[in-house]
């Protein structure tokens, strides 16, 4: 089958019958084998996204769980369900799943693995069978943390702050903390895959500066990923050999530092939040490109503030520890380091507003899942200056302040995207068309749920009310309460699209291989696509995001002058060449 | 990229001649070692031997010197974020002994 | 790259020969590069892992200055120096392996993967010998930690931890390293002749010269401490 | 009960710290808005079908960019410089602050006064007075936050931490612990009741002859500690001049506290309690130049209390007598 791409129609005429998926010569990847061992040994990189996808899932909905627990707890001053040692196990399982285990490795085990190939346009990732590894070294990890939790849960925080982890917590923080370290390895080895992948494995003619935006993030993030992750893998491997051994490694006695183990985890900790909400940003570039039909403003810029975040992100961690006992001068220089980082998030988001300018808007669902993002993305990022700025990080550390803060960053940031993201390619992942009303609907309920939850706890940390406390002083409970609401509403809006998008397996229309005209490798192939993905190697002529001629001719079409033919990026003609 | 100098196959005598001069550099530290020098300055000269040793090994043993440009990125970044963490987090133990500045009141 | 399209086979096959260009590769030039930055990007790991270490070491020796000397006495330096001694030779016949393995003289290529793995034997012979001596003076922070200067008892206790934490990460990596040797050594004798593709052995070279720079810097900072 | 906009400011940093708070307000729901309004209003006029000129669409362009990155960098770094400006304040205490000791323990502060005075999880303080804190831990990183002062600081085992501020208001505030320290963190909260001075004064009277609480001072019960240690063998002033030969001898502690002590190996460190308790904890790590390396460790042997009044006592020698000459 000829590299071209179909005439696509554009959304909302006349639905594609079910003839697309008749005339094509290999089955997709989906039906390329129906046995459990063709789908637990796979070495195609769509498979194993396609297994994350499920495992991550159910992880996410574990640390929902949790977090559900812990707000219904918040309901009253003196908590009536929960004795203190099962809150602090709820809190911590819910910071340890959501990040460890969903935030982390979401985006990019995902909706990574699946596209960064495709965007490539490689047949698959540069060392399919470590990609395997990875998946289940995610899932014992993520095995291993569960059985903690079951067997009696781990109540230090995720942070593991010593010496309460290594000397005075009697849980499960050694199995814990295995369960982190083996996930850890998982990502090392999705960051190893993708930076051989982006490096030598691109389509001839494929230069940097044509390489989508979603790219970038993903480059970006491998490179924090493969720097991050081993510091803490060996800081964690410490406290635990602090409570086996007793070792005295962080432990002042012995002539040890507690602080230092803030700073080792730190270092891995913030640069983390950037690998967290990277990949989003990719996800945002390239839907408000596709729905916006027109390219992102300042691709150059909005590329490079990838890679200056992930620079930046690993020079500023000080600042979760300026009350810590940290010196009063490294406290300055971190601060104003934070500023600095601030700023390439501040350029994107800049970037991204001025893209929708002479563009021709449609607000499909993933499209309202970006505003989604855009919003609360803002509102997050700014307030984190207060936590930069030292003098009012002073007051607000340690308070709920902070919380609401980083749920805007990564619940109103990177869920959001990860949904619009979800939404934008579940055509080119499951070949079926998710219902488009309903999932307008969970962005508007998601968006109005999320400023219910947290907008009373930016309020609640001005006052005092500090972290990870289980009775409160009764002058917080209305707020509590209010955010309680706002957590149910969000819970609806989180199993919304489980629900439609599961029935849009069955019952969902078949998507065409380009249902959003949109540009892309990964939309010049049939969706969902078949094993080997390209038959022959795609060559690259144009640059990305080449939406100007469907702009101006959806709008004339607007008015029935003509229908809309998309010019394919690809030149058919020139196949092959030298690179 | 096309042909890169990967296969470029390195003649013996540079292996031979970087074995010998990490010998010396062996035998240098260890000589250093036992001259009074006061802590920092032998802690400082014993860390250059150790970096020049492993710049020779990193360049001649693991062909980097003659590895396309992609795997010279790729092997300085690794040490150079060395330098970020250790430069940064040494910084915070110095300041602290630092009490206090004048003029900062 | 050559841009002659591959015809498509629809199976991954099961087992990849190193030989051959595995199906998501272009042709063998790409596939010999992509292995060796995907080494590199696994040897930055590693260097990061080991430099966490070597930070947390840094920051006590300045913080127990006194306490650290005193202890680095009990450490044998004669055994540190021949271990350095004995990896760095390994090393070199490390390069030589790899070397013999681009020109394809297998008969050298094995008598040099021999040679290291024995080096790498004895490294860890010396590493045992030295520990067995830490235990007999009840050196090891696990149980019944015994240091004859009461003083500095405790601080000497984080140096051991650390001595013991560093060496002995260190070593299984030599272990691991020697497990990695010894495939490539099985793998060349069952050959007949000496395979066109050299990048197992040089990864594994790589990663043998990485473990080797780690010891470069251990062996500096923990046994000769100044004054 | 003070509502969650306009907190209770008590304390002569809390106006400060909220002027940076609602400035740091105003920039956040000020660019939301802006970048929000611009984003609709955008969407809303080239939404797809409307008729609109979309001729010669614009891609990249530099002044813009530059624009709005130096922009925020400038305001973001005033921010900065004036935050900074103002945790220098925060951070470094006057010399004439009331000294108070805090003990963090698990699941209660335990607060120690000058003259012996001791107050679990409430802490009574005068206004208008400059009031420093040295706190330590006995256990877990617990941290001592106050935020009707706007004040917090970790409360580290192993190290004395800092903290000090001038309560401007009379009242009853909260204090709590805000590190995560284990099953009781959140009942770990207490009071601080700000007074007037006469007020304090009969109070710390009061307290101090209270018929069940002995309290000695915490100097005197230093002087005892020191006593019974025999610390006067080596340090004591009759150890300069007796039979004990020099090699063996602990240097004079008269007047230490504050000056600057010469280390063997030429550096220069200030006796402040940092340095008190780790010439008592770990005596062999800043050797004074002209002393032997001879003094036992004193780790585990003594509690954080009693190294703390073992520091009140030595702060109070050479007092009398005139500052020792430069050594």
């Known amino acids: 089958m000829s590299a071209h791409s179909e005439a696509g129609t554009p959304v909302g005429a006349s639905p594609e019958t079910s003839a697309v998926s008749s005339h094509r010569s290999e089955p997709s990847y989906l039906s390329a084998g129906h046995t459990l061992r063709s789908w637990l040994f796979t070495l195609d990189h769509k498979r194993i996204a396609i297994l994350y996808l499920i495992t991550i899932s159910a992880f996410f909905v574990v640390g929902g769980l949790a977090a559900g627990a812990v707000r219904v707890e918040l309901i009253s001053p003196r908590g009536t369900f929960m004795s203190n040692e099962v809150y602090n196990r709820m809190f911590t399982l819910h910071g340890v799943v959501m990040i460890f285990f969903f935030l982390i490795p979401a985006i990019p085990a995902i909706l990574g693995n699946f596209l960064v190939p495709l965007m490539v346009g490689a047949r698959d990732l540069a060392f399919p069978r470590l990609n395997l590894l990875s998946y289940y070294l995610y899932l014992a990890g993520g095995l291993l943390a569960l059985t903690a939790a079951v067997t009696g849960g781990v109540d230090t925080g995720w942070t593991f702050y010593t010496p309460y982890s290594t000397f005075y917590s009697s849980s499960q923080v050694t199995m814990t903390i295995a369960g982190a370290f083996i996930a850890g390895f998982s990502s090392i080895a999705t960051g190893i895959n993708f930076i051989v992948t982006i490096h030598k494995m691109r389509a001839p003619g494929l230069t940097w500066f044509r390489l989508p935006l979603f790219i970038w993030a993903h480059y970006a993030t491998s490179i924090i990923i493969v720097l991050g992750t081993p510091v803490v893998a060996i800081t964690l491997l410490l406290v635990v050999a602090e409570r086996v051994f007793h070792i005295g490694v962080f432990d002042p006695r012995y002539g040890g530092d507690p602080v230092l183990f803030q700073h080792l985890f730190w270092f891995y900790s913030h640069p983390a939040v950037y690998i967290m909400i990277l990949p989003a940003m990719g996800v945002i570039s390239e839907v408000i490109a596709c729905f916006a039909r027109k390219r992102v403003f300042g691709y150059h810029f909005v590329a490079g503030s990838s890679l200056a975040i992930a620079v930046l992100g690993f020079l500023v961690w000080g600042h979760h520890m300026f009350v810590s006992g940290q010196s009063m001068y490294a406290g300055m220089v971190f601060s104003f380091l934070s500023f600095l980082v601030a700023i390439p998030s501040a350029v994107k988001v800049f970037n991204w507003t001025a893209t929708i300018y002479k563009g021709s808007v449609s607000f499909d669902a993933p499209m309202l899942f970006v505003f989604c993002f855009i919003g609360l993305f803002l509102i997050g990022g700014l307030t984190g200056l207060f936590l930069a700025s030292l003098a009012t990080d002073v007051h607000l550390t340690h308070t709920y302040f902070v919380v609401a803060h980083f749920h805007y960053v990564m619940v109103g940031g990177a869920i959001s995207a990860y949904f619009a993201g979800l939404h934008f390619w579940w055509p080119k992942i499951t070949g079926r068309m998710y219902p488009e009303v309903i999932a307008r609907i969970t962005a508007v309920i998601l968006f109005m749920g999320f400023h219910l939850t947290f907008l009373p706890q930016f309020l609640m940390g001005f006052a005092g009310m500090p972290r990870r406390y289980h009775y409160y002083p009764p002058e917080f409970q209305t707020l509590h309460v209010m955010s309680t609401a706002g957590a149910t509403v969000m819970a609806i809006a989180y199993l919304l699209p489980v629900i439609y998008l599961v029935w849009s397996l069955k019952y969902g229309r078949v998507a065409s291989a380009n249902p959003w005209n949109a540009t892309g490798l990964e939309w010049q192939i049939p969706s969902p696509p078949p094993t080997h993905n390209f038959d022959e190697v795609p060559v690259v002529t144009g640059e990305p995001y080449d939406y100007e001629h469907l702009a101006l001719s959806e709008n004339e079409e607007a008015d029935g002058t003509r229908a809309a033919v998309p010019r394919p990026q690809l030149d058919p003609a020139a196949r092959g060449g030298a690179a | ?105 | 790259m050559s841009a002659v399209s591959r015809s498509s086979h629809l199976s991954q096959p099961s087992h990849v020969a190193f030989d051959e260009v595995s199906h998501q590769f272009e042709d063998i030039e790409q596939q010999r590069e992509a292995y060796v930055v995907g080494m590199w990007a696994f040897l930055v790991t590693e260097i990061m892992f080991f430099g966490a270490v070597f930070l947390i070491y840094t920051v006590y020796r300045t913080l127990n200055h006194a306490a650290f000397y005193e202890a680095h006495k009990q450490l044998d330096i004669g055994l540190g120096t021949l271990n350095t001694f004995i990896l760095l030779t390994s090393s070199l016949t490390m390069a030589l392996a790899v070397h013999w393995a681009q020109v394809r003289n297998r008969r050298a290529q094995i008598m040099a993967l021999t040679s290291t793995l024995g080096l790498a034997g004895a490294f860890i012979v010396v590493k045992a010998i030295e520990y067995s001596h830490k235990f007999a003076h009840h050196l090891f922070p696990g149980g019944n930690f015994v240091y004859p200067d009461a003083s500095i008892a405790d601080q000497a206790r984080l140096f051991f931890s650390l001595y013991f934490g560093a060496t002995g990460l260190h070593a299984l990596h030599v272990v691991v390293g020697m497990l990695v040797i010894g495939a490539m050594l099985t793998r060349a004798l069952r050959d007949r002749d000496a395979r066109a593709d050299y990048i197992p052995v040089e990864m594994t070279g790589l990663y043998w010269h990485f473990v080797d720079i780690v010891w470069i810097f251990l062996f500096p900072l923990l046994y000769l401490i100044p004054r | 009960m003070n509502n969650p906009v306009f907190p209770e400011q008590a304390s002569s940093f809390a106006v400060e710290v909220d002027a940076i708070y609602y400035l740091l307000w105003a920039l956040t729901i000020g660019f939301s808005l802006l970048v929000m309004a611009v984003l609709i209003f955008l969407a809303y006029r080239y939404r797809r079908g409307a008729r609109v000129d979309r001729s010669k669409p614009v891609h990249s362009d530099l002044r813009v960019e530059l624009l709005w990155s130096v922009v925020p960098l400038i305001i973001g770094l005033c921010v900065f410089a004036w935050s900074a400006h103002l945790y220098a304040r925060t951070r470094i205490p006057p010399d004439d602050a009331m000294e108070i000791y805090v003990i963090g323990k698990r699941w209660m502060w335990q607060m120690q006064h000058g003259n012996g005075v001791r107050e679990n999880a409430e802490l009574h303080i005068p206004v208008n007075r400059n009031i420093k804190l040295t706190m330590i831990s006995q256990d877990v990183i617990h941290s001592f936050y106050v935020p009707a002062f706007r004040v917090k600081h970790d409360v580290v085992p192993g190290t004395y931490t800092r903290l000090w501020f001038r309560p401007t208001k009379t009242g009853r505030y909260r204090l709590y612990c805000s590190q995560y320290c284990g099953t009781q963190h959140s009942q770990m909260d207490g009071w601080v009741t700000v007074m007037e001075p006469e007020a304090f004064e009969r109070w710390l009277e009061a307290e101090g002859n209270e018929a069940n609480v002995k309290t000695v001072g915490l100097a005197d019960a230093g002087k005892q500690l020191f006593d019974q240690m025999a610390c006067g063998s080596c340090h004591g002033s009759n150890a300069q001049t007796g039979s004990i030969p020099a090699a063996q001898r602990g240097g004079s502690l008269n007047g230490l506290y504050g000056s600057l002590v010469k280390l063997k190996g030429g550096r220069q460190v200030k006796a402040d309690e940092a340095y008190l308790r780790e010439s008592i904890m770990r005596p062999n790590e800043k050797i004074v130049d002209g002393y032997w390396a001879i003094m036992p460790s004193y780790e585990g042997q003594l509690t954080e209390e009693q190294v703390l009044q073992l520091i009140a006592y030595i702060k109070t020698l050479g007092k009398s007598e005139p500052p020792r000459g430069g050594q």
């Open chain 2, 1 to 105: 990229m096309h042909g890169s100098q990967h296969s470029h196959v390195i003649p013996i005598a540079v292996y031979l001649r970087s074995f010998v001069a990490l010998m010396a550099l062996l035998v240098l530290t260890i000589a250093a070692s036992h001259v009074p020098l006061g802590t920092g300055v032998s802690s400082a000269l014993a860390f250059t031997i150790a970096l020049i040793k492993a710049v020779i090994v990193v360049l001649y043993f693991m062909h980097v010197r003659y590895g396309t440009r992609l795997v010279w990125v790729w092997s300085a970044v690794g040490f150079f974020w060395l330098i970020i963490m250790f430069a940064i987090t040494l910084s915070d133990y110095v300041f602290r002994s630092i009490v206090r500045v004048q003029g900062w009141q």
